[in-house]
Structures are given as C-alpha cells and as structure tokens.
C-alpha cells in the first residue's frame, strides 16, 4: 500500500468537505491577556485578541496560578517521574486532590492526565466492571464520554438531549434489576444549555440510577465557590459522580473525578488509564489548587464575565446580529453556512487581528455553523466594539441576513 498517497487522498476530502482544521500559531501574553502574538505562515506576526478561549476567567495567567506553578518547580522539579503507584505521586497531587473533594463536597477525588482521560477512564471502567451495567447517556455528550463508554462495551442507551421525560421512559423500559448509570453534562459547550439537574436526578433516583456529571465547563464559573452548576443548585450531595477538568476555568491542565471513597479507589485500583500514566507534574498540580483556591473565593472574575457576556449580547441585538440564548457564558454567534463561518473567521483573523475559530460540522450540525464566543473578564469594552463592529462589516460583506428589531 502506498500509504503516503493514502494519507493525502484523506486529508483532501476532509479539505473538499471544508472540516479541516487549521490551528492559530500563537504566543499567549502574560500580563494581557487575551492577547497573543499570532505567527503568520511567512514568519511575520501580529497581535490578537483572543475571543474563543476556554481560559475562561485568565487563570492561566493569574499570579496566583503562576506563582504556584514557579514554587513547586523550583522545589520538585519539572516531572512527576512516575506513575502514581510506581514513584510520582507527589505531595502537591494529595494536596490538590483534597481540594477537589473540598470543591464539590465530596468525600474524594482523582487527579488523572485530563478531562479526556478522566472520562474515558471512570466510565470505561465503572461501566465495564459493575456486573450488567447498561449506559444511560444524553445524546450531546462529549466525545470523552462517548469513548469511555464505547471503551466498556456496556450497553448504551441515547436519550434525546436534556430531556429529563425521555430519559424516564428510557429507564423504566429497562430491566429493574440492571445496574444503571446516567450520564451527562452540566453546561454543553457548543449551545452553552444548562441541563435540568434536578429533575434529571430525581428520574436517577427514582430508578436506583448511578449519576456521572461532567461539569468541565462550569467548575470554576458558577457557583458560589466554583463548584458548577451542581454547587449552585444545591445539588452536588445528589451526584454519584462529579468529574471536572483544569484546564478551562482554572487555567492549568489535568481533569478529575470526585465522588465516595470506595468509588474513587475504585476508579484508582481498576482505570488502566490512570494506573499505567505518568502523573502529571507537581507544577500543574500546585497551579491548579492555587486556582481553584483563588476561585473558591473570589467573585471579581465570575462577576466581570458575566457583565462582559451581557454587553456583548446587548451590542449583537443591537446590531441584528443571530446569536443563540442560553443562560451560560458561551455566546455563540450562528452563521450557518460552514464556507462564510471560515471566511468570516478567516478575515477577523487577518484584517481585524480578531481570533474566532469557526465551528463548523462534525462539531455542530450542519446549517448550524458558528463562531462560538467566549467573552472574558479581562475583555476591554472597547474589545467589544471592535469585535461587534467587526462581525458588523463582515456580515454586510457576506450578506447574512439581521434579526429585525
Ligand atoms: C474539553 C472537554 C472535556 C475534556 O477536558 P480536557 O481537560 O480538555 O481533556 C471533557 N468534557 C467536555 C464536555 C469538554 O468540553
């Protein structure tokens, strides 16, 4: 086989079908953020603003966090220098464990390599070696949560996306006597919808169900400590399972899970997606627990984002432009059309130093395609302007249609 040629036809079809992704060069500024340096393919570079980051709050440039980070290098090192079991748990992990449980009030927590991992490895092992067990999980989940249970071979069932009626039909059509696990998400990234919690528990209650809750995109923002949506319904006691990721909110790397002590030295003593990994740095470790600390009591960055979220939108509707309501801090501004999603991003990139990254299809579907916007607290308003005049030009440009006032 001539593999080269086979590698190339693939890409092609991915290029004719406009899914290929072409990632941003750039060179994140501590001290001002969201800006970067952005190098261009002739080496030439420019300052950005960054408008699609998951940095959400600038934690990953905190002093706090950076601080943190610098300490416990030049007191351990750059690696952890094992596997947890065979050398690298270091102190900073147990510390930063005992946080997490801390966070979400639960009894403990596992630190694993990220928020992809943590999924893939607690579902694939939870639902592979519960005897029986049958997946229940909401139709948008993540990839993560996807593999995970691909990975346990447990049968899965799909109920229709935050629909608590459906997920009830499901389970009762299901044998009584299985071993039933829910799973599903908080804030879903692309529509930025915040799932029924509550009635979504009480449904797992009612049929003795597991409950597995990806807060990745809400620990960190909502709540009053950053708990998630969970923390701020008052909900996080009802959660069999809550698992969350340091790499978005809190601005460092590694995901987690936190529940009981058995079901996490479960996860700890079965995952061999956490048993055979080296642990991830004590740097990243220190970092992470000084910024969910910070998080824990600061209200400053949640408050700045949410009034940043809600100038923005403000400035959009006066200007007609489409953009999808939701109660999160994800605005996403639909464009629909996946060669003027990339065009549009394309030239905010080029001629405003504006970064966006289209959302096009497999990510949503198709005639949903997006520039999914992700404002800050660290978002001057005369960012706002520029990005909404902008997306102002480029949607005469393209000729998009306007809500009418
Ligand atoms: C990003 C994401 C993850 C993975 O977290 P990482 O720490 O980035 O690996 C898991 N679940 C959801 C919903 C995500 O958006």
Not at 201 to 212: E, F, V
Not at 283 to 292: C, N
Request: hydrophobic share 40%.
């Amino acid at each position: 086989m001539n593999f080269e040629a086979f590698f190339e036809t693939e890409l092609d079809k991915l290029k004719d079908a406009g899914n290929y992704r072409v990632f941003a060069d750039l060179e994140r500024h501590k001290g001002g953020f969201p800006k970067a340096t952005r190098y261009g393919e002739d080496g030439e570079t420019s300052e950005v603003t960054v408008w699609c980051s998951n940095d959400y709050l600038g934690m990953g440039q905190h002093p706090t966090t950076v601080a943190a980070m610098k300490e416990a290098i030049d007191k351990c090192g750059a690696g952890a220098g094992g596997t947890r079991n065979i050398s690298g748990t270091n102190h900073y992990h147990i510390l930063l464990e005992e946080e997490l449980a801390d966070l979400h009030n639960k009894e403990a927590a596992l630190m694993l390599t990220s928020g992809y991992v943590a999924n893939w490895a607690a579902l694939g092992t939870l639902a592979s070696r519960i005897p029986g067990c049958e997946i229940f999980s909401d139709s948008d989940n993540h990839a993560s949560m996807i593999e995970g249970i691909r990975h346990s071979r447990a049968p899965k069932h799909l109920w229709k996306h935050n629909d608590p009626a459906d997920l009830d039909r499901m389970l009762s059509e299901a044998d009584p006597d299985v071993p039933k696990l829910v799973a599903f998400e908080s804030v879903y990234s692309m529509d930025g919808d915040i799932c029924p919690m509550k009635e979504i528990l009480d449904i797992c209650d009612k049929h003795g169900a597991m409950s597995y809750l990806d807060e990745v995109h809400a620990v960190g923002l909502y709540g009053p400590r950053g708990g998630g949506i969970a923390e701020r319904e008052g909900l996080m006691d009802r959660v069999t399972v809550i698992q969350g990721t340091l790499g978005k909110a809190y601005g460092v790397m590694g995901g987690y899970i936190t529940a009981s002590t058995a079901l996490i030295d479960f996860v700890r003593s079965f995952a061999s997606g956490f048993i055979f990994s080296t642990a991830l740095p004590p740097a990243l470790a220190a970092g992470a627990t000084a910024s969910i600390r910070h998080l824990k009591s600061s209200e400053m960055e949640r408050a700045r984002q949410r009034k940043n979220v809600r100038i923005l939108r403000e400035r959009l509707d006066a200007i007609g432009l489409p953009h999808m309501m939701n109660e999160s801090h994800i605005v996403p501004v639909m464009v629909g059309d996946a060669k003027k999603c990339k065009f549009i991003s394309d030239l905010l990139l080029d001629q405003h130093g504006i970064y966006v990254q289209p959302i096009n299809y497999p990510t949503v579907p198709k005639g949903t395609e997006r520039l999914r916007i992700t404002p800050g607290p660290l978002h001057t308003e005369a960012d706002i302007d520029h990005l909404v005049g902008a997306l102002s030009e480029l949607w005469s440009q393209c000729a998009l249609s306007r809500a009418v006032a």
